[in-house]
């Protein structure tokens, strides 16, 4: 299994970037995917996740409203449209995928078998 996760970049507070992250070597539709962030010096934390079939997504309070999760089963990728980008946002940030992850371990980096390489985000003043 492959995760691999692009997008990321120097982008002014405020802004938007448009992460991907393409997934092979697995059934990508059976699999619920999920964005997790880290900052220097922090832990990773969850940032939103999207269910496999009926595509239910769930959000960090700290991005609802910004950020947007999607995915394209026929191109086996998982987006995310951030907007309106602070400081606070600067981060690698990680696509994960698991397929017999519950809903309550949604939100644990934990519970996730598969992880990608992470894409930089740096949100400058």
């Known amino acids: 299994v492959q995760l691999q996760a692009s997008g990321g970049g120097l982008v002014q507070t405020g802004g938007s970037l448009r992460l991907s992250c393409a997934a092979s070597g697995l059934s990508f539709s059976s699999y619920v995917m999920e964005w997790f962030r880290q900052a220097p010096g922090k832990e990773r934390e969850f940032v939103a996740a999207i269910n496999r079939g009926s595509g239910n997504t769930i959000y960090a309070d700290s991005v609802k409203g910004r950020f947007t999760i999607s995915r394209d089963n026929a191109k086996n990728t998982v987006y995310r449209e951030m907007n309106s980008l602070e400081p606070e946002d600067t981060a690698n940030y990680y696509c994960?995928?698991?397929?017999?992850?519950?809903?309550?371990?949604?939100?644990?980096?934990?519970?996730?078998?598969?992880w990608g390489q992470g894409t930089l985000v740096t949100v400058s003043n």
């Open positions: 994960a995928a698991d397929e017999q992850i519950i809903l309550s371990s949604v939100r644990r980096a934990s519970a996730y078998d598969y």
